[in-house]
């Protein structure tokens, strides 16, 4: 077993040791001093919980001088803005770990007209405290193979949550339900997703897919350009979006970071729009249903975008 595997498997079980520490505090009368039964072994475990931290970064941090961007097609159609972008900085999400190193996130953001708010709605200090997934451009929109690849995983069947667009639910993302979904594992941060083997060791991830919406099963062969599936809000997310990376294996837990850049696109910095034509063709899938004004990959122009 490698340390990025085995370091998870200690995090957990450090969880579940200070859960069972926390619990026997309030329901069982331990012998012995308070700081003997219940203080000194939850140190220990916290200083344990901070190693595996430290460990698990440093074990999916990127070894030696980073490799060449590989260049696929973009993952989606029509009119888009980046957030959390690796074209700001490196890890682009804060972590190494998960294969995120070059993640990039991306909302969609339609035109509209003049004097007509933004099709995305924005983030509210406190009301309304979420919203439906529906109000939401991006929510349903096509993801689509960035290159011929097979898939390795499809993972479906987790919810599409409520957003957590306001202060007060974005504190409890952070605070309480992400804390949880680290502790269950990977699986439950990327929410639903799928993960292709684009070949020479490069594989592909995009999470927080729709639930019940992927069109590919694991062993299949995809075309570049074939559905996939559609934009969801499964998993540790605020709202609706595309989160994609690039890694040099298919274990989430167990993956390094590989650069990317997108065909006729580049990499999107934070905050900036650009528009993906629809395809010319589309193998073995239904095209996206909404179609780019400008040709593939071009860039239209910088809008601020809360994240």
Same mark, same amino acid.
């Given at each position: 077993?490698?340390?990025?595997?085995?370091?998870?498997?200690?995090?957990?079980?450090?969880?579940?040791?200070?859960?069972?520490?926390?619990?026997?505090?309030?329901?069982?009368?331990?012998?012995?001093?308070?700081?003997?039964?219940?203080?000194?072994? =939850? #140190? &220990? !475990?916290? $200083?344990?919980?901070?190693?595996?931290?430290? +460990?698990?970064?440093?074990?999916?941090?990127?070894? @030696?001088?980073?490799?060449?961007?590989?260049?696929?097609?973009?993952?989606?159609?029509?009119?888009?803005?980046?957030?959390?972008?690796?074209?700001?900085?490196?890890?682009?999400?804060?972590?190494?770990?998960?294969?995120?190193?070059?993640?990039?996130?991306?909302?969609?953001?339609?035109?509209?007209?003049?004097?007509?708010?933004?099709?995305?709605?924005?983030?509210?200090?406190?009301?309304?405290?979420?919203?439906?997934?529906?109000?939401?451009?991006?929510?349903?929109?096509?993801?689509?193979?960035?290159?011929? =690849? #097979? &898939? !390795?995983? $499809?993972?479906?069947?987790?919810?599409?949550? +409520?957003?957590?667009?306001?202060?007060?639910?974005? @504190?409890?993302?952070?605070?309480?339900?992400?804390?949880?979904?680290?502790?269950?594992?990977?699986?439950?941060?990327?929410?639903?997703?799928?993960?292709?083997?684009?070949?020479?060791?490069?594989?592909?991830?995009?999470?927080?897919?729709?639930?019940?919406?992927?069109?590919?099963?694991?062993?299949?062969?995809?075309?570049?350009?074939?559905?996939?599936?559609?934009?969801?809000?499964?998993?540790?997310?605020?709202?609706?979006?595309?989160?994609?990376?690039?890694?040099?294996?298919?274990?989430?837990?167990?993956?390094?970071? &590989?650069?990317?850049?997108?065909?006729?696109?580049?990499?999107?910095?934070?905050?900036?729009?650009?528009?993906?034509?629809?395809?010319?063709?589309?193998?073995?899938?239904?095209?996206?249903?909404?179609?780019?004004?400008?040709?593939?990959?071009?860039?239209?122009?910088?809008?601020?975008?809360?994240?």
């Amino acid at each position: 077993m490698s340390v990025r595997t085995a370091v998870p498997i200690a995090m957990r079980l450090s969880w579940l040791v200070l859960f069972a520490l926390m619990i026997g505090e309030f329901v069982t009368d331990l012998p012995g001093p308070g700081w003997a039964t219940t203080f000194l072994p =939850a #140190t &220990v !475990v916290l $200083a344990l919980m901070v190693a595996t931290t430290v +460990l698990q970064v440093s074990a999916a941090a990127p070894q @030696g001088e980073p490799e060449p961007p590989v260049e696929v097609d973009p993952p989606v159609t029509g009119r888009w803005s980046a957030l959390n972008s690796p074209a700001d900085k490196v890890p682009s999400h804060g972590t190494h770990v998960y294969g995120q190193t070059y993640a990039i996130d991306i909302v969609a953001e339609p035109e509209t007209g003049e004097g007509e708010p933004p099709a995305r709605p924005a983030f509210r200090w406190l009301w309304p405290l979420f919203r439906r997934n529906r109000a939401f451009p991006a929510f349903g929109a096509p993801l689509l193979a960035v290159a011929d =690849a #097979t &898939v !390795v995983r $499809a993972s479906d069947g987790q919810r599409d949550h +409520l957003s957590r667009n306001s202060l007060p639910a974005l @504190g409890y993302l952070m605070l309480i339900e992400g804390n949880v979904r680290s502790f269950a594992g990977v699986r439950r941060i990327v929410g639903n997703h799928v993960i292709l083997d684009l070949g020479d060791g490069t594989y592909a991830a995009y999470a927080h897919v729709q639930r019940g919406s992927l069109q590919v099963k694991a062993g299949e062969t995809v075309r570049a350009g074939q559905l996939l599936g559609r934009v969801g809000n499964s998993g540790n997310t605020t709202e609706p979006h595309l989160h994609f990376q690039l890694m040099d294996g298919p274990d989430l837990d167990n993956a390094r970071g &590989v650069p990317f850049t997108w065909r006729g696109v580049g990499v999107p910095a934070n905050k900036e729009t650009f528009t993906v034509g629809e395809p010319a063709g589309v193998q073995g899938g239904e095209k996206g249903e909404e179609k780019g004004e400008a040709g593939a990959g071009e860039r239209v122009e910088e809008q601020a975008a809360d994240a």
